[in-house]
């Protein structure tokens, strides 16, 4: 499928499901109560606008999870190339160890254990330093371009900072699997071109090898960062306001299960499909010139 095809692909699949929660919000019968996600009724837009805000906190979990855990993964990764035997082994423990512990039990365990082990207010910490980012660039930058009213309260970071760190660990072995089997990929006579020019290791590794890797694994990276995506979802057990939550508090508030969770649905088949298509449009690109299709 051309770049093209992708595109009409993701931009009709991406109407189509407005399209269907249009028409979910109209329909209303014994089982399904649409007036709770009808943008034309006054409480219904008011529960799809609150659902939706949580859109900012998914998209920070998931970029920024994900940038740890490609930076982690490299780390992981690169131990496992050496010819050194204990830098082997450390690889292949932390891949084993990180990948073996469940999403949702390495979050419970960063934000209510790691605490209490290193016996620090870590998150509190964090969660300053975004109030301070917070307030500093809405203030100065976004208050006079558009007269929005200026920030004055402190928001709880710390949710939403144990949430990246414990993804990032999650998804770093994966990850670090990805880069290997990239390196390994790469023909001895890149190596040996290389060395012929006298390049050292760390300028190998940054000038022919690394770029390399890069466009062999961005598809398999970009799997990875859907899957990121999808698994902020589990955040909400700490209470973070992300989707999930959201979508949770309006079942709470109206005692409706049904509609609240297919809207969510919605959301994430949206936002997948667009990152996706971004991902994919990406892959096309870097192709050309190298002979494959």
């Not at 929660?21 to 109560?33: A, D, F, P, Q």
């Amino acid at each position: 499928m051309n770049a093209r095809n992708e595109a009409l692909f993701s931009l009709f699949s991406i109407l189509g499901a407005v399209a269907l929660w249009l028409l979910l919000s109209k329909i209303s019968n014994g089982v399904w109560r649409g007036h709770v996600i009808d943008p034309s009724v006054k409480g219904g837009w008011t529960n799809v606008t609150f659902m939706v805000s949580g859109l900012g906190t998914t998209v920070v979990i998931a970029v920024l999870g994900m940038i740890l855990s490609l930076a982690l993964g490299l780390a992981i990764a690169l131990p496992g190339l050496s010819r050194f035997g204990p830098l082997r082994l450390i690889n292949r423990m932390m891949v084993e160890y990180l990948r073996a512990i469940p999403p949702i039990v390495m979050l419970l365990w960063i934000f209510y254990a790691l605490p209490i082990l290193t016996g620090q207010d870590f998150f509190s910490g964090v969660s300053q330093l975004f109030n301070f980012l917070r307030t500093t660039i809405w203030n100065l930058l976004v208050v006079p371009l558009s007269g929005a009213d200026p920030v004055t309260r402190a928001a709880d970071y710390s949710r939403i900072v144990a949430g990246i760190i414990a993804l990032g660990l999650v998804d770093a072995p994966f990850v670090a699997e990805i880069y290997r089997s990239g390196f390994q990929s790469i023909e001895r006579g890149q190596h040996d071109a290389a060395d012929a020019l006298g390049l050292g290791r760390w300028a190998k590794l940054k000038l022919v090898l690394l770029p390399q890797v890069i466009r062999i694994v961005l598809p398999a990276l970009g799997n990875q960062f859907v899957l990121m995506v999808k698994m902020s979802s589990l955040v909400y057990v700490l209470g973070a306001q992300e989707l999930t939550q959201r979508a949770g508090e309006i079942t709470t508030s109206t005692f409706l299960w049904l509609e609240p969770y297919t809207f969510l649905v919605l959301e994430y088949l949206i936002l997948v499909l667009m990152i996706s298509g971004v991902v994919r449009l990406i892959e096309l690109r870097l192709r050309r010139g190298y002979g494959t299709r």
